[in-house]
Nanobody, 129 residues
Framework: VQLQASGGGLVQSGGSLRLSCAAS????????LGWFRQAPGKEREAVSC????????YYNDPVKGRFTLSRDNAKNTVYLQMDNLKPEDSAAYYC???????????????????????WGQGTQVTVSS
């Protein structure tokens, strides 16, 4: 049972990357999902979270309008499309999944929930200026 994150790399400011998070050993159909990031010396920050309960997707203000979270249940994979990248987006990015236990929206999973069931190993994103 694991989440495997991939797709990170080095990109110039203004460029794009698409991160993938593939689940194995369990079905994402029953899980709400989140992308988080952590830069050196900084606390972990929520990027975007998707609720399976109501279908809503929350984006943290720094990435709103530039990042898009999507999921492909057939492939058991969640994606984070990142456009117009900025140097301040540089960080290790982590995906996480939590079994749905109630009716909560995407904002809840990013701003309230602290314990996820599964975490991916992280993929590094570096944006040069």
């Amino acid at each position: 049972v694991q989440l495997q994150a991939s797709g990170g790399g080095l990109v110039q400011s203004g460029g794009s990357l698409r991160l993938s998070c593939a689940a194995s050993g369990f079905s994402l159909d029953y899980y709400s999902l989140g992308w988080f990031r952590q830069a050196p010396g900084k606390e972990r920050e929520a990027v975007s979270c998707a609720s399976t309960s109501d279908g809503s997707i929350y984006y943290n203000d720094p990435v709103k309008g530039r990042f898009t979270l999507s999921r492909d249940n057939a492939k058991n994979t969640v994606y984070l499309q990142m456009d117009n990248l900025k140097p301040e987006d540089s960080a290790a990015y982590y995906c996480a999944a939590v079994r749905v236990r109630g009716y909560y929206n995407g904002r809840y999973y990013c701003t309230v929930l602290r314990e996820y069931d599964y975490w991916g190993q992280g993929t590094q994103v570096t944006v040069s200026s």
